[in-house]
């Protein structure tokens, strides 16, 4: 049985296309593979505290020595990482904000990204330690980065992608709704072009599953 984990984060609410591509394409999963279970981490709604001295101290310390603070900071962190290793399918929307990621998906990647826990330094090199994972990357933008002049100042999607592979994350399909910000006509074309990305991935993954079976 499949578990997927659906991560969303632009702060747009309804007008989000990160959020619909995302979501969309998560629920289509879920569909293609009877019994899929489906986590929404919605971090725009529920947003997450930035890290702060408890969990940083708090990681450090041996659970019986942790102050109140310490214990319920690590404790987040914990969850968070359960539910991103309870996985074997992750989604995750992001909406460019001037020219990043949104500060609530950088958030949660602060209380994710753990030594020990999901990487470790060996010898001169690191390991990431969250592995055998399929991960779908929406990124969406008012620009576009994907090729052209704008393209050095996508600090969107190589900073993700370096995230998500330094926690041993490096099997990702990336899906870009990119161009927005041109015009309607050029929004069209966009949304109509994300659409066809859209359908292209999901006919990969259903050859995948029968691959599979
Ligand atoms: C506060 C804010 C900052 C933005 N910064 C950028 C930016 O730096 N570059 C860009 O191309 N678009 C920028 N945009 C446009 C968004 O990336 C675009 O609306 C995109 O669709 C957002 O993703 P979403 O649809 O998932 O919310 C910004 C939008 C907002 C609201």
Redesign the pocket.
């Known amino acids: 049985m499949s578990h997927i984990l659906l991560v969303t984060?632009?702060?747009?609410g309804s007008?989000?296309?990160?959020?619909?591509?995302a979501s969309q394409l998560a629920k289509r999963l879920a569909a293609q593979r009877p019994g899929t279970t489906l986590t929404v981490r919605d971090l725009a709604a529920a947003p997450l505290n930035h890290i702060g001295e408890a969990y940083v101290v708090g990681r450090a310390t041996p659970p019986g020595a942790r102050t109140a603070a310490q214990t319920e900071a690590v404790r987040l962190a914990e969850s968070l990482v359960a539910e991103l290793a309870a996985a074997d399918t992750v989604v995750i929307?992001?909406?460019?904000?001037?020219?990043?990621p949104?500060s609530s998906l950088k958030a949660w990647f602060d209380h994710v990204t753990w030594p020990g826990v999901t990487f470790r330094y060996a010898g001169n090199s690191v390991e990431g330690l969250l592995k055998g994972k399929k991960v779908y990357l929406?990124?969406?933008?008012?620009?576009?980065?994907s090729e052209g002049p704008?393209a050095a100042?996508d600090h969107q999607s190589g900073y993700l992608k370096h995230l998500l592979g330094f926690i041993g994350l490096t099997d990702i399909e990336h899906l870009r709704?990119?161009g927005?910000?041109h015009g309607p006509e050029a929004a069209q074309a966009a949304i109509a072009s994300a659409d066809e990305a859209l359908q292209s991935l999901l006919k990969r993954a259903a050859a995948s599953v029968e691959v599979a079976q």
Do not use: C, H, K, Q
């Open positions: 984060s632009s702060p747009r007008e989000g296309l990160s959020t619909r591509y929307g992001s909406a460019m904000i001037n020219f990043g949104p929406v990124t969406a933008a008012g620009g576009n980065f704008l100042w709704v990119e927005m910000a």
